[in-house]
């Protein structure tokens, strides 16, 4: 059973505008949060994580917001670049340990 | 540094033949993990290591087994291979979550076909 949800399998957005990928879970153990992005050919890149004790987490382009209420959390991308365009995965902990993925959000930013 | 990096990039296997994908960190971490990608999923844990010494089960460890060598190593073995095997396989590092945030690093993949 799938403990974490992203339930669009892509996305287009056009470059300078912002992108918003949506992730949900079940687990209500879950106390990290983590967003990949994923090139073909490469492994998994970080991009940023917050703790189930934060609402937000900023970093330069890249902020993601956590509902614990309502188990979902979203990376926003602001301004999108062309160079943004890959796989983006949303990944859970529990306890700080390994990590249940979901199927991740193919976006492609079109200039 | 060079992160997390595997060894090889590329493999193909017959059915029944045996292999020991090697993984290797730089970064001092005391956590080590296995994982699998298959075509339009997300990954999935094989077998983590939580510390030097210690190994446990994941998701999906069934036809694997796996060796900390040290702090720095952790390899996958498959003793005999299957197609079901056929995936992309990625080793990660980390340290334990603390405070507001949780990094975990991953190699670059094993590209992984069984015949």
């Known amino acids: 059973d799938q403990q974490v949800k992203q339930n669009s399998p892509s996305l287009s957005v056009q470059e300078g505008r912002i992108s918003i990928l949506n992730c949900d879970y079940t687990?209500?153990?879950?106390?990290?949060f983590l967003w990949y992005k994923k090139y073909p050919a490469e492994g998994p890149t970080f991009l940023i994580s917050?703790?189930?004790?934060?609402d937000k987490n900023e970093d330069g382009r890249f902020t993601v917001f956590l509902n614990k209420s309502a188990k979902h959390l979203s990376l926003h991308i602001v301004p999108s670049q062309p160079g943004d365009s890959a796989v983006y995965f949303c990944?859970?902990?529990?306890?700080?340990?390994?990590?249940?993925f979901g199927k991740g959000t193919s976006l492609l930013v079109t200039p | 540094n060079a992160g997390v990096t595997q060894t090889p990039k590329f493999q193909v296997l017959k059915t029944g033949q045996s292999m020991t994908l090697q993984c290797a960190q730089d970064m001092n971490h005391n956590s080590m993990y296995w994982y699998r990608q298959d075509p339009g999923m997300g990954l999935r844990l094989i077998y983590y290591?939580?510390?030097?010494?210690?190994?446990d089960k994941g998701e999906v460890p069934n036809g694997y087994n796996v060796s900390r060598l040290n702090k720095r190593e952790f390899s996958l073995r498959l003793e005999s291979a299957a197609p079901s095997q056929t995936s992309v396989y990625f080793c990660?590092?980390?340290?334990?979550?603390?405070?507001?945030?949780?990094?975990?690093?991953f190699g670059p993949g094993t590209r992984l076909t069984v015949t």
């Open positions: 990660a590092s980390s340290e334990m979550a603390s405070g507001d945030s949780y990094e975990q690093y």
């Open positions: 917050i703790s189930s004790i934060k």
């Open positions: 687990n209500s153990m879950f106390d990290y």
């Open positions: 990944a859970a902990a529990n306890s700080g340990y390994a990590l249940n």
């Open positions: 290591s939580a510390s030097e010494g210690t190994t």
